[in-house]
T-cell receptor, first 107, second 112 residues
Framework: SQQGEEDPQALSIQEGENATMNCSYK?????LQWYRQNSGRGLVHLIL?????REKHSGRLRVTLDTSKKSSSLLITASRAADTASYFC???????FGAGTRLTVKP | NAGVTQTPKFRVLKTGQSMTLLCAQD?????MYWYRQDPGMGLRLIHY???????AKGEVPDGYNVSRLKKQNFLLGLESAAPSQTSVYFC???????????FGPGTRLTVT
């Protein structure tokens, strides 16, 4: 299946630092999506990157996509305590989400 | 727009009881999904629908039934609840499978 798998499973940083999390997938894709989930809440879509894009920015978020390696990364710059959440990647048509990366940003 | 709403937000059932979870969306989305999320895990797809009147099985469909009689609503039924169905249930919708999904706030179900 085209299941996205996030790495690392958990990440703890200080406020102001950058956070990088990675996603690997198995087959060809049209796009890849990143979501955030605050504790006990539903997932919220963050950003979508198409297969013909290598990098995309949205505010403090930067997403890269390497289709040759079947991998993507999400970078959150100048992190804030409010960024504390779990982050998931998803590939279209897959309708599967991995266990995610649990990010903790300490004030 | 309310987006995706789910009712109820919380429910406690005894083993063997049945219940229906309701999901509603006001974005005119064709696709709707039901997921369950267990502690420390990702979301697992239970059933999904690609349009009014259609349903299909996901990764973990056993013990659940669904119906999509109206485009805006997607119902998830538990026929005979079991403790293994204790979980948080999320509904989502999307314009198409390639587009982003919009999630509801979840229903926390406990089966004793």
């Amino acid at each position: 299946s085209q299941q996205g798998e996030e790495d690392p499973q958990a990440l703890s940083i200080q406020e102001g630092e950058n956070a990088t999390m990675n996603c690997s997938y198995k087959t060809s894709i049209n796009n890849l999506q990143w979501y955030r989930q605050n504790s006990g809440r539903g997932l919220v879509h963050l950003i979508l990157i198409r297969s013909n894009e290598r990098e995309k920015h949205s505010g403090r978020l930067r997403v890269t996509l390497d289709t040759s390696k079947k991998s993507s990364s999400l970078l959150i710059t100048a992190s804030r305590a409010a960024d504390t959440a779990s982050y998931f990647c998803a590939t279209p048509g897959d309708m599967r989400f991995g266990a995610g990366t649990r990010l903790t940003v300490k004030p | 727009n309310a987006g995706v709403t789910q009712t109820p937000k919380f429910r406690v059932l005894k083993t063997g009881q049945s219940m229906t979870l309701l999901c509603a969306q006001d974005m005119n989305h064709e696709y709707m999904y039901w997921y369950r999320q267990d502690p420390g895990m990702g979301l697992r797809l239970i059933h999904y629908s690609v349009g009014e009147g259609t349903t299909a099985k996901g990764e973990v469909p056993d013990g659940y039934n669904v119906s999509r009689l109206k485009k805006q609503n997607f119902l998830l039924g538990l026929e005979s609840a079991a403790p293994s169905q204790t979980s948080v249930y999320f509904c989502a919708s999307s314009y198409h499978t390639s587009y982003e999904q919009y999630f509801g706030p979840g229903t926390r179900l406990t089966v004793t």
